[in-house]
């Protein structure tokens, strides 16, 4: 199958962007299922209802990471087999993705909701300050790369 018609990076740089950002949300929600939840125990992803619903919270959480990266990795291969891959766009969309569900959780779900706090029995503020700078750098650094050119592998010089 040919790679889409349009301009050059059009289309491809848009699905290049899905890749990165499903690919860039379930790795962070993997590292932060497996570190803070997993090795340190500082937290579930559902704390208010006990050990049991914060486990099983846990376990839906890992499933829905898993499944974001498998469907942004058969995106890639499909990117790939087209020769339509934006490697830009695509790192792009990942650190987007990353720092977007960081920020997400730390403000939504930690703040707003109230689901889980970052870690219990501590000063909450250099935590939650280091949560939300660890969403906002990736984040800002993949909204610079999205200002930039988007070349897709095949147009790129071999």
Same mark, same amino acid.
């Given at each position: 199958m ?10 491809r740089s ?6 990165g ?8 929600g ?12 500082w ?6 209802a ?11 959480f890992?499933a ?6 498998? =469907? %942004? &990795?058969?995106? !890639?291969?499909?990117?790939? #087999?087209?020769? /339509?891959?934006? *490697? $830009?766009?695509?790192?792009?969309g ?31 503020l ?7 700078a660890?969403?906002a750098?990736?984040?800002? =650094? %993949? &909204?610079?790369l !999205?200002?930039?050119?988007? #070349?897709?592998? /095949?147009?790129? *010089? $071999?």
């Open positions: 040919a790679p889409p018609a349009g301009p050059p990076g059009r289309g848009g699905r290049s962007v899905l890749t950002v499903l690919i860039g949300v379930g790795v962070a993997f590292v932060d299922e497996v570190v803070f939840h997993q090795l340190l125990h937290h579930h992803f559902y704390d208010r006990g050990s049991a619903a914060g486990l099983v919270s846990d376990g839906l890992h829905f990471s898993w499944t974001a990266v498998v =469907v %942004g &990795l058969f995106l !890639l291969a499909d990117l790939h #087999r087209r020769q /339509a891959t934006v *490697p $830009r766009r695509v790192w792009a990942g650190l987007t993705g990353a720092g977007a569900f960081q920020l997400y959780d730390g403000l939504v779900h930690h703040k707003l909701l109230e689901l889980h706090q970052v870690r219990y029995g501590v000063d909450l250099p935590y939650d300050l280091a949560w939300v660890g969403g750098v990736p984040l800002l =650094v %993949g &909204l610079v !999205l200002r930039g050119p988007a #070349r897709p592998l /095949a147009d790129l *010089p $071999r």
